[in-house]
């Protein structure tokens, strides 16, 4: 299939994976997106990968640049981090090209507000999947995959063509 799939990716243990597909038919652009809940496991991770580059399309990614935060645990940021270097290389071992966008960056550019020190971690998770659903009404979005929807809305409007690979 000729086109371009664009992939967002939120590393966090309660992540997720979501691409757009975006191909020409008819004539006409069409936009297809997708969205799942991080595998369960590291192989399975690296099937959905290999699964999307059989799709031969040009393949453009956007990881959130993520680190840890005062206050968690160091069994917690290690694991983090673990799985973030995790997918970094999986990504790479994959030839799938990649761009690290901090939460705020990403935020911004699509117009979601800023958390606010009084806002819980929550209610502005939830701010974020009701404007994934608003965009996508079609698809089920989850606290674990509104932030990689969004991230992969994201990288598709930085990125109106990419290189085939």
């Known amino acids: 299939m000729v086109g371009n799939l ?4 939120d590393p966090g243990q309660s992540g997720g994976i979501s691409w757009v597909e975006r191909t020409i038919q008819n ?5 297809f997106i997708y969205a799942e ?14 699964n999307l580059r059989a799709k031969g399309m040009a393949i453009k990614c956007i990881i959130e640049n993520v680190h840890s935060f005062p206050g968690q645990g160091v069994a917690s940021s290690f694991k983090f981090g673990r799985n973030y270097g995790f997918l970094r290389g999986l990504l790479v071992a994959n030839r799938i090209s990649f761009d690290q966008v901090s939460p705020q960056k990403w935020q911004k550019q699509l117009g979601l507000q800023k958390k606010s020190k009084e806002e819980t971690k929550t209610f502005h998770k939830n701010n ?5 659903q608003q965009l996508y009404p ?13 991230l992969a809305t994201y990288c598709s409007t930085q990125n109106n063509a990419v290189e085939a690979l």
């Open 6 to 9: 664009f992939i967002g990716i």
């Open 27 to 31: 004539g006409r652009q069409v936009n």
């Open 37 to 50: 809940k991080m595998p369960a496991t590291e192989h399975d991770v690296d099937i959905l990968f290999k």
């Open 128 to 132: 974020i999947k009701a404007k994934a």
């Open 138 to 150: 079609q698809l089920k979005v989850t606290l674990a995959t509104a932030d990689a929807i969004m």
